[in-house]
């Protein structure tokens, strides 16, 4: 491996002096060291910009050069990291196949256009968090972005890891129950899905608040065991029905009705997950890592890698120690020159059919309207819409970065 960086011949972490041999390891031909590389990955996860850790890492970069200080205005540099090095600091946690236990959940991220007034999903991100058969050791187990979060996107999801689980837990999602009956099987072959209690118990609750029922009333505990089991659901089905007061309570049962004598009688059988509100705190750090940049975010995968720190994040595993350590072991693999795949990323750009999208990432409406916006503030200023590019200036742009994400 390359060496490189020291502060008048002494290392700047050890404080020792360094022979040109020695001294902090750097991938062949790179001007950072392989711990500026984890270290930015690290913060990245944690929800620095692109552009925020590139300067940074370009200050640390800058002390102990005897050259003139380079400064960075956008975050490129470490944008193509993300290819080259994500996939390596990941290994060690990347999840092989699905848990026993599966639970499902998205968030949209959303873009209002100012001129028309108009609301349009730019993408979602879909969340998988695991279980054992015993309803042990969960954690968070994937994250994915996609254009939409519709059945076909989670079936996508579905079938990017093998296994089958025990048991599904999610809302009353129809892109989820949907992708989940068509990639698993429906009937005798189903894998069971549990909807989550919680979610379900809460509206109960609000109904008997707006019927105006008493906390004291038995109804209240018999809808606490009403979910629980066959018999506490028929219990508080009979005194719902009866009580005179509880209009909405009513209708909150005879909509739920079918669905919770089959979930109910089922419950015993499935493993003792039946919830999922252990998915809702990993969305809401995935939410506070983009909302405030989800109109600069249009390369699916670049998110995907992104999405892969936030998670490494999340179950505490982003060490930049350990990433440079899982680092320098992938670069000596390669003899210090690993292939650069970060290229391979981009988003092409030049002539597109109705069926060809210029982000990967952004929803078709979402793109769409964005599209006529960008040619209505030409058309303001005299500017002609942007033509379509020849094959010469494609090509050419091929070669730049298209759709990075600052």
């Not at 968090?129 to 309803?135: E, I, L, Q, V």
């Not at 890698?305 to 998670?311: A, D, H, K, P």
């Not at 595993?317 to 970060?342: C, E, N, Q």
């Amino acid at each position: 491996m390359s060496r490189t960086r020291a502060l008048d011949g002494t290392c700047v972490e050890c404080e020792n002096h360094l022979e040109a041999h020695q001294g902090p390891g750097a991938p062949a031909e790179f001007e950072y060291l392989v711990r500026e590389v984890a270290t930015a990955l690290v913060n990245l996860g944690r929800g620095m910009s692109y552009t925020d850790a590139a300067k940074r890492v370009r200050m640390t970069a800058n002390v102990g050069k005897t050259a003139a200080l380079r400064e960075v205005v956008n975050g490129q540099t470490v944008a193509e990291w993300m290819a080259d090095f994500v996939p390596v600091v990941a290994a060690r946690h990347q999840e092989t196949e699905w848990p026993a236990v599966l639970v499902l959940d998205s968030t949209r991220f959303i873009w209002t256009n100012n001129r028309s007034g108009q609301t349009f999903d730019l993408f979602s991100v879909l969340a998988a968090y695991g279980y054992d058969k015993d309803g042990e050791n969960g954690r968070l187990w994937k994250l994915a972005a996609a254009p939409t979060n519709d059945g076909p996107a989670w079936e996508e999801f579905l079938a990017s890891l093998p296994g089958r689980p025990l048991s599904v837990v999610c809302d009353r999602d129809y892109g989820i129950i949907g992708a989940v009956q068509r990639h698993w099987g429906r009937g005798k072959n189903a894998v069971p899905i549990q909807l989550c209690e919680f979610h379900i118990i809460e509206k109960g609750r609000q109904a008997l608040r707006k019927d105006g029922v008493e906390y004291d009333d038995p109804l209240w505990e018999l809808l606490h065991a009403a979910l629980q089991s066959r018999a506490g659901w028929d219990a508080f089905d009979a005194a719902v029905t009866d009580h005179p007061a509880a209009a909405n309570g009513r209708k909150w049962v005879a909509y739920w009705r079918r669905r919770m004598r089959a979930q109910t009688d089922r419950r015993p059988s499935l493993p003792p997950v039946y919830g999922n509100g252990a998915i809702e705190e990993p969305i809401r750090r995935v939410r506070a890592v983009l909302e405030s940049r989800r109109w600069t975010f249009r390369n699916r995968a670049r998110m995907d890698l992104l999405l892969e720190l936030v998670r490494l994040a999340h179950l505490r595993a982003d060490d930049a120690g350990v990433y440079a350590i899982d680092i320098r072991a992938h670069l000596a693999k390669h003899a210090g020159m690993p292939s650069r795949r970060y290229r391979a990323l981009y988003d092409s750009w030049g002539p597109k059919t109705s069926q060809q999208r210029t982000y990967s990432l952004w929803s078709t409406p979402a793109e769409k309207a964005a599209k006529e916006l960008r040619n209505a503030a030409r058309k303001k200023t005299g500017q002609p819409p942007k033509p379509a590019a020849s094959a010469g200036a494609v090509a050419q742009q091929e070669a730049e970065p298209v759709g990075i994400d600052f």
